[in-house]
């Protein structure tokens, strides 16, 4: 049975960091490509970075380019999301999962992210 559990989010001002841990066990993680997703309020999940298997190769969404990280541990079963110059539209629920989503429709708790102007 495959679990992600998502911490590190938190209320943050405008132009402040946060960095965001997924933890993984199970099939979910390993050898596999992964992304953070968020979802704003009214909006529909959407994904902000993905990373390879290996991390050598990263994606990000036009809109978090220059200010989000990602990577991973593979030792440690880990991935993380630095966010940087952190902005009020940045504000939502974040989650970890295997990438492409629809490969992987089960989804953790997801952890709160609110940036204030």
């Known amino acids: 049975q495959r679990q992600l559990v998502e911490s590190g989010g938190g209320w943050v001002q405008a132009g402040g960091s946060l960095r965001l841990s997924c933890a993984a066990s199970g099939s979910i993680f390993v050898r596999k490509a992964m992304g953070w997703y968020r979802q704003a309020p009214g909006k529909q999940r959407e994904l902000v970075a993905s990373?390879?298997?290996?991390?050598?190769?990263?994606n990000y969404v036009d809109s978090v380019k220059g200010r989000f990280t990602i990577s991973r541990d593979n030792a440690r079963n880990t991935m993380y999301l630095q966010m940087n110059s952190l902005k009020p539209e940045d504000t939502g629920l974040y989650y970890c999962?295997?990438?492409?989503?629809?490969?992987?429709?089960?989804w953790g708790q997801g952890t709160q992210v609110t940036v204030s102007s």
């Open positions: 990373i390879s298997s290996t991390g050598s190769v990263t």
């Open positions: 999962n295997g990438y492409p989503s629809s490969r992987y429709p089960d």
